[in-house]
């Protein structure tokens, strides 16, 4: 488990009244955190998780996730599948350098060649079905 004490710790996030009525009970079945720097909260998590950064120009595919994964099987030696820390940039920039850097691989979701990217949320809702479905 990572340590919530910390120092890329930095506090609960405090979230609106909207994010609670959108997820419809999910919160409540979350502890939700606030990190001051995610190279470093990726550098210590790293160490137990397998991280994932997404980026439209990686070499390796979402459909590699299963492939990702049960090679972290194999080198933890455990039937256990490992946890999963899933990093998602901003629309217009993607991940900054020092964050793709720190995460175990990069994952891109293929385009048609006319649109190369999604809508963040979406790209999200898809590596979480992924996830999901290992």
Same mark, same amino acid.
């Given at each position: 488990? $990572?340590?919530?004490?910390?120092?890329?710790?930095? @506090?609960?996030v405090?979230?609106?009244?909207?994010?609670?009525? %959108?997820?419809? *009970?999910?919160?409540?079945?979350?502890? %939700?955190? !606030?990190?001051?720097?995610? /190279?470093?909260?990726? !550098?210590?998590?790293s160490?137990? $998780?397998?991280?994932?950064?997404?980026?439209?120009?990686?070499?390796?595919?979402? @459909?590699? $996730?299963?492939?990702i994964?049960?090679? /972290?099987k194999?080198?933890? !030696?455990?039937?256990v599948?490992?946890?999963?820390?899933?990093?998602?940039g901003?629309?217009?920039? *993607? $991940?900054?350098?020092?964050? !793709?850097?720190?995460? @175990?691989?990069?994952?891109?979701?293929?385009?048609?060649?006319?649109?190369d990217?999604?809508? %963040?949320?979406?790209?999200?809702?898809?590596?979480?079905?992924?996830?999901?479905?290992?």
């Amino acid at each position: 488990m $990572l340590n919530e004490n910390d120092s890329s710790f930095d @506090s609960e996030v405090r979230l609106t009244t909207s994010a609670y009525r %959108v997820a419809e *009970g999910a919160l409540d079945h979350l502890t %939700v955190r !606030k990190i001051k720097n995610t /190279a470093a909260f990726l !550098k210590d998590a790293s160490k137990r $998780l397998v991280t994932i950064g997404t980026d439209t120009r990686a070499r390796m595919r979402i @459909s590699d $996730l299963g492939n990702i994964v049960k090679n /972290a099987k194999e080198k933890t !030696k455990t039937a256990v599948r490992p946890g999963i820390a899933l990093v998602l940039g901003n629309e217009e920039t *993607g $991940l900054p350098a020092e964050v !793709k850097d720190r995460c @175990s691989c990069l994952l891109r979701i293929p385009g048609t060649g006319i649109i190369d990217s999604l809508n %963040v949320s979406q790209a999200a809702a898809l590596f979480l079905h992924a996830i999901y479905e290992l």
